[in-house]
């Protein structure tokens, strides 16, 4: 019992310590968060990736934008690109698997859409391909990295570098900007569902004959 109130008071300081930080994100965030409203305020979708604890986040945020985050409004348009096990299980076993997410978004990345990658080293393959093939598309990047960004600093469009080398750290801290992102695009977003419920549809004449 001793170690796990040790434990949880050195995990509470450290992320307490690492939080503390992330105001040093805000203009990153604030960009991150513009072009992901811009997307979805267009009819355009998401796209999330990541690996391991960086997959949960990628799945966690997609269903933020297809659910809601907290204001009950109409969904947007957002895709996991962890979670489909035949699509997943198909891609590596035809091709390297540093292609899983990069095959995902030439086959379903269109202009306008935006790809959150997530990683807490930045040095994934297949997250560094990801980012890779969408600019070689045109399409937005937003990176949540950590431990100084590894290979995937200065690759994406913005990019949140959590300053901490501690995986757990920057998972806290990646959970805690995204659902900040939410949050700020909440009102936007209820806002534009509402117009979408008033749109009534076109009445078409009568066929003739």
Do not use: W
Request: net charge negative; glycine share 10%.
């Amino acid at each position: 019992m001793d170690d796990v109130r040790k434990t949880l008071r050195a995990n509470l300081a450290a992320s307490a310590e690492v939080q503390a930080r992330l105001g040093e994100l805000m203009e990153p965030l604030e960009r991150a968060t513009g072009l992901v409203l811009e997307a979805l305020l267009g009819g355009r979708k998401l796209m999330c990736c990541g690996n391991g604890g960086s997959a949960g986040d990628a799945a966690h945020l997609s269903s933020e934008i297809t659910n809601r985050y907290d204001a009950d409004r109409e969904g947007f348009a957002a895709l996991d690109l962890t979670s489909d096990h035949n699509v997943l299980t198909a891609l590596m076993n035809d091709y390297p698997p540093a292609e899983v997410f990069a095959r995902q978004i030439r086959a379903l990345g269109q202009p306008g859409d935006v790809v959150v990658v997530f990683t807490t080293s930045g040095n994934s393959e297949n997250i560094v391909r990801a980012i890779e093939t969408s600019r070689e598309l045109g399409l937005s990047t937003i990176a949540f990295l950590g431990k100084g960004g590894g290979r995937c600093l200065g690759l994406a469009d913005c990019e949140l570098v959590v300053p901490s080398g501690v995986t757990a750290r920057v998972q806290e801290a990646h959970l805690l900007l995204y659902h900040t992102l939410c949050e700020a695009m909440d009102g936007d977003l209820v806002a534009a569902s509402r117009e979408r419920s008033a749109v009534k549809p076109v009445s078409l004449p009568p066929k003739l004959g």
